[in-house]
């Protein structure tokens, strides 16, 4: 049988309470974000066409997982762009093999991702990340089809700007072979 709006309601605090309860024995500060999303969850689960919940045990203990999964991925999100951020920023090569035309590269595709208007620059960073369109999605609170538009909207920016910065170089005279970007003519 699937919960009516009335019994998702009665529900819902014991699948919160579980949440917070997570939230805190994982050290994680943001438990009203990690409510909200698992919560619009539980209620697509609910309206769509996934199993829905039989009690509010069963909507309880999913909520907890769902929870502890969305707090692990938010944790190596943290990891991950903060490790892509020092990569970016650093002022010499991570490794001995590193050119100066990489390092420039690095950094001004940096500078290009950096530039993006906010929504664009998240579902972007999911895609480098290998976050799945879905997840995004999840995440974002927006659909997959909207996630690769702003994804084709980004790399489009970029493209757009890259090309900008080569006509502008040749225009200057300056030798585009120094410039990683550069496109062959």
């Not at 919160?16 to 997570?22: L, V």
């Not at 509010?56 to 943290?78: E, G, Y």
């Not at 090569?93 to 001004?108: D, F, G, I, L, W």
């Not at 895609?127 to 995004?136: A, F, I, L």
């Amino acid at each position: 049988m699937e919960p009516t709006n009335r019994q998702f309601e009665e529900w819902w605090p014991k699948a919160e309470g579980r949440i917070r309860t997570e939230c805190a024995r994982m050290g994680f500060p943001d438990a009203d974000d990690v409510i909200q999303q698992v919560a619009y969850s539980a209620l697509l689960r609910i309206r769509g066409e996934q199993p829905y919940f039989n009690d509010a045990d069963h909507l309880a203990r999913w909520s907890a997982m769902a929870a502890r999964w969305l707090i692990i991925d938010q944790l190596r999100f943290c990891q991950r762009t903060s490790r892509f951020r020092r990569l970016l920023s650093a002022k010499r090569p991570m490794y001995e093999t590193a050119t100066p035309q990489s390092h420039q590269m690095a950094s001004e595709l940096y500078r290009l991702v950096e530039s993006l208007p906010d929504r664009q620059r998240e579902a972007l960073l999911g895609k480098v990340r290998g976050e799945p369109t879905e997840s995004t999605a999840a995440r974002m609170g927006i659909t997959p089809a909207a996630v690769r538009s702003l994804r084709r909207f980004a790399t489009k920016r970029i493209a757009e700007q890259l090309e900008a910065t080569d006509e502008r170089r040749k225009d200057e005279g300056r030798n585009n072979d120094e410039y990683p970007f550069a496109q062959a003519t």
